[in-house]
């Protein structure tokens, strides 16, 4: 069986927040992935979750550490970030939903043009609700260390 592909340049940035408390995400999309869109989603999660402190666990990507984003940090208290141990993806839960996305939305379907294709990108995220069962047992916290 072939699987047709698409060759062209256009790409689709996605930059996104799962609360494991309620099953929600905060997904935005930007030109590219950077510091100014970073602050971006802080800046939205907080308009969804008005009180208590926020927990950002984040990856090592240098962006994360830019003037901008520390900057933006420092003025808003109610943020912490809690960066995750080097090559430890398993620990960072947004990437078990991108997996979980890519599953649903992406694996062995084509999709002819890239307007298409964003939409049903954008639109599964709008829609996460209607998988919140099967996200209430795949994103959890309970993480198991292994020693070998």
């Known amino acids: ?17 799962y609360n494991i408390e ?20 802080p800046e939205e ?16 990507a240098r962006y994360y550490r830019s003037e901008i984003v520390q900057s933006f940090v420092g003025k808003n208290k109610r943020i912490r970030l809690v960066f995750l141990p080097p090559y430890s993806p398993n620990l960072n839960i947004i990437e078990r939903l991108w997996k979980f996305f890519k599953k649903n939305v992406t694996c062995n379907t084509y999709y002819e043009r890239f307007a298409v294709f964003r939409e049903y990108c954008l639109q599964f995220f709008k829609n996460l609700g209607k998988y919140r069962a099967e996200l209430a047992i795949l994103m959890t916290d309970n993480f198991q260390l ?3």
Do not use: P
Not at 8 to 16: D, K, S, T
Not at 25 to 30: F, I, N
């Open 1 to 17: 069986m072939v699987l047709q592909s698409n060759t062209g340049r256009e790409r689709l940035n996605l930059n996104g927040a």
């Open 22 to 41: 309620d099953h929600t995400a905060v997904v935005l999309e930007s030109d590219s992935i950077n510091a100014q869109s970073t602050v971006s989603l």
């Open 45 to 60: 999660m907080m308009r969804k979750q008005t009180l208590g402190l926020l927990y950002i666990i984040l990856d090592k």
């Open 146 to 148: 292994i020693k070998v």
